[in-house]
């Protein structure tokens, strides 16, 4: 369920590194999960999503992988950019009706 | 393509003020609107709903209120605003047909509201 209430905790990678954002997630009805992206300031932004029938999915520079059994969600951001410093959330949804949030982890890029 | 504004970007309004935001989808046609609201620091939560006009759901009590007049206006309301309702304001669309990859769920700039 959401976690409004708590601090983001944060997670310091070097530049060049890959990042790997964990989530986990409690609604096994829940049929897509997805991760946003949120700039300081700024609305979040979609960077990719997954449906819940299958286990991974590549986009550019990145990768979802799910685990139904532990309900368990990741992001996986290849060659971590400094343009890649925000806040990542990991929702999910039925249908995308409405999408709730989890908690968010603050990645922070070390040039 | 599908834009969403919403305004203003920043708000400081007195305690026990009246509170109007407004949010309009451009480039769509039935949309489900949605508010949330992100303190400091937090993640986001789902304030309001709306799958059609008049329609809105409420998903956590509050001191707050949404209307959705037109198919593609949704406003954020309050008779009186209190210290606790600063926060970030977060409107969003999401297609009811999966047309995008992810339906459509998008975000709109958001407004920082301070309660003084």
């Known amino acids: 369920g959401e976690s409004v209430g708590l601090h983001l905790p944060t997670l310091s990678v070097q530049e060049g590194d890959n990042s790997i954002i964990n989530c986990a997630y409690s609604n096994s009805a829940s049929d897509y999960f997805i991760w946003y992206k949120q700039e300081s300031g700024k609305g979040p932004q979609f960077i990719i999503d997954i449906r819940s029938n299958m286990d991974k999915r590549q986009g550019q520079r990145v990768t979802v992988l799910l685990n139904k059994t532990v309900k368990h969600l990741s992001l996986q951001i290849a060659a971590t950019q400094p343009g890649d410093s925000a806040v990542y959330f990991c929702?999910?949804?039925?249908?995308?009706?409405?999408?709730?949030f989890g908690t968010g982890t603050k990645l922070q890029v070390i040039p | 393509s599908q834009t969403i504004h919403q305004w203003p970007a920043t708000l400081v309004q007195p305690v026990g003020s009246p509170l109007s935001l407004e949010c309009t989808v451009e480039g769509t046609s039935n949309p489900n609107l949605y508010w949330y609201r992100q303190a400091a620091g937090r993640g986001l939560q789902l304030l309001f709903y709306s799958v059609g006009i008049g329609q809105i759901s409420s998903e956590v009590p509050q001191n707050l209120s949404a209307s959705r007049p037109q198919d593609r206006q949704f406003i954020l309301s309050s008779k009186k605003l209190l210290l606790s309702d600063s926060g970030f304001y977060l409107c969003?669309?999401?297609?009811?047909?999966?047309?995008?990859?992810?339906?459509?769920?998008?975000f709109g700039s958001g407004t920082r509201l301070t309660v003084v």
């Open positions: 929702a999910e949804t039925r249908g995308y009706q409405k999408v709730t």
């Open positions: 969003a669309w999401s297609a009811k047909d999966r047309l995008l990859g992810n339906y459509g769920y998008t």
